[in-house]
Every structure is written in C-alpha cells, then in structure tokens.
C-alpha cells in the first residue's frame, strides 16, 4: 500500500471521528435548546435563560466542533486527491467523483499537490 493511501486512510478515520462528534455534539446542543424553548415558554426572559444555560460556551463549543469538522475536511479532500492523481486519476475523474466543476478539482489538485 502506497503512503498516499495510507495517508488518505488516516484522514477518512480522522473525518469519521470528527463527524461523530459533530453530531454528538449537535444532539446535545439541541437537547440544551429545547430546555431553553421550556424556560421561555414558562415565562423566563430571553435574557435570563441565555444566562442561565451558558449559552456563550455552548455557542463556542459548536463553533469549534464546526471548526474541526471542516479543517478535517478539507485535509481529508486533500490527501484522498493526492492518492487518487498518483494512481492516474483525471482531474476530469477526480471533478466527477466529489461531484465538483473542473474548475475546482484543478484547483483541489493544485492546493493538493502545494501542501496546502
């Protein structure tokens, strides 16, 4: 196995666990939101239950689980290009397969193959 793959195959996993907690992540934030909807719908101010849940750290805590995702992402866009153009793929193929314009799997295999 070629180290472009095996790359490729440590940033998919990476991808994976960042999903996961995304979503983990998601889930509790809604659960969260709907206790803010029954505090204000029991007659709680606006003001009174964003300072009562913490709604800044959850707010950043999305925010950074966002973050991740995308930067994993993109790393992940990264290393599976790099693997695919030195098996042979085009990057008619490679447009194709993430479902992009030409424009942007040249420009996906120009960041890819600049390290970016």
Same mark, same amino acid.
């Given at each position: 196995?070629?180290?472009?793959?095996?790359?490729?195959?440590?940033?998919?996993?990476?991808?994976?666990?960042?999903?996961?907690?995304?979503?983990?992540?998601?889930?509790?934030?809604?659960?969260a939101?709907?206790?803010?909807?029954?505090?204000?719908?029991?007659?709680?101010?606006?003001?009174?239950?964003?300072?009562? #849940?913490?709604?800044?750290?959850r707010?950043?805590?999305?925010?950074?689980?966002?973050?991740?995702?995308?930067?994993?992402?993109? #790393?992940?866009?990264?290393?599976?290009?790099?693997?695919?153009?030195?098996?042979?793929?085009?990057?008619?193929?490679?447009?194709?397969?993430?479902?992009?314009?030409?424009?942007?799997?040249?420009?996906?295999?120009r960041?890819?193959?600049?390290?970016?």
């Amino acid at each position: 196995m070629s180290t472009a793959i095996e790359l490729a195959i440590r940033d998919i996993r990476l991808f994976i666990s960042a999903g996961e907690k995304l979503t983990s992540g998601i889930a509790e934030n809604n659960a969260a939101m709907l206790e803010d909807v029954l505090q204000l719908s029991n007659g709680m101010t606006m003001t009174e239950s964003m300072n009562s #849940r913490n709604s800044a750290a959850r707010s950043r805590h999305m925010t950074a689980l966002l973050d991740e995702f995308e930067e994993v992402r993109r #790393r992940t866009r990264l290393s599976v290009t790099v693997a695919a153009l030195a098996e042979g793929m085009t990057l008619k193929q490679l447009g194709s397969a993430f479902g992009v314009s030409p424009q942007l799997a040249s420009r996906i295999a120009r960041d890819a193959r600049s390290g970016i």
